[in-house]
């Protein structure tokens, strides 16, 4: 038998017969793992397995490779925090979406971890969330081993007046080494360099670029599937 005891985020929840659900949980020490939770719908159980719910979990399976069973206690919810707030319920929708989609099962991704939990209890909470958001997207790229480099501009090595992204390569580029390219090139707005105070604009042009490489490099090494749903929502009402 196997079993280990973790905290975590529920990220998806799945209906499984009459009565269950599986559920995907996102800890610290054993990253997105499946389980299920016999009884899951019942109208004591289904209200804690709601996304982005905060869980102590006990995963237990008679070998490692099995589907295994959760037993599960409720930590927080982030429920309260979003439900009034429609922007902030597509941002926690968008997170828990792009974790589920993106994380490879059972494989541990600390950094990535600590970071989605500040981001999903930043939501409902703050306006400064957004900000968060467009990092977090930044940083998930980086875990799935497709990071931009924008330390330096990628034609002239000049480390001021950065401006642009290149598609091709993920690189900063400035303003002076776009030249006639500049129309070719995605956004870089200042907040992604750590500059300025994050305007609703600047967020929706950095949303822009990563999401460019978000469909232009992690969907095709997870097989094609489409982005979700989730982060287009997400987008439109940024929009409005």
Not at 1 to 10: I, N, Q, S
Not at 43 to 57: C, E, F, S, T
Not at 97 to 123: C, G, K, N, V, W
Not at 196 to 218: C, H, K, M, N, S
Request: with cysteine.
């Amino acid at each position: 038998m196997v079993d280990w005891r973790d905290e975590g985020a529920l990220v998806r929840v799945r209906k499984h017969g009459e009565t269950s659900v599986i559920i995907d949980v996102f800890t610290e020490e054993h990253g997105l793992q499946a389980g299920v939770v016999r009884g899951g719908t019942s109208r004591k159980i289904a209200p804690v397995l709601q996304p982005g719910a905060q869980l102590d979990v006990s995963w237990r399976a008679r070998l490692e490779e099995h589907l295994g069973s959760y037993t599960v206690e409720p930590v927080r919810s982030r429920a309260a925090a979003v439900m009034g707030d429609r922007l902030a319920l597509a941002g926690l929708n968008a997170v828990c979406a792009l974790l589920a989609f993106a994380l490879p099962e059972r494989a541990a991704h600390p950094q990535l971890y600590r970071q989605s939990i500040t981001l999903m209890d930043l939501l409902g909470n703050t306006d400064a969330w957004p900000l968060a958001y467009l990092r977090w997207e930044l940083a998930l790229l980086e875990e799935m081993g497709f990071g931009l480099d924008l330390t330096e501009c990628a034609a002239t090595g000049a480390v001021d007046d950065l401006a642009y992204v290149s598609p091709k390569t993920g690189r900063a580029v400035s303003a002076e080494g776009a030249g006639i390219w500049a129309d070719k090139l995605l956004p870089l707005p200042p907040c992604l360099l750590g500059i300025g105070t994050a305007p609703d604009e600047e967020i929706r042009d950095g949303l822009v670029t990563t999401g460019y490489f978000l469909r232009t490099r992690l969907v095709p090494a997870l097989g094609d599937r489409p982005l979700p749903s989730a982060r287009q929502r997400l987008i439109d009402l940024l929009n409005r």
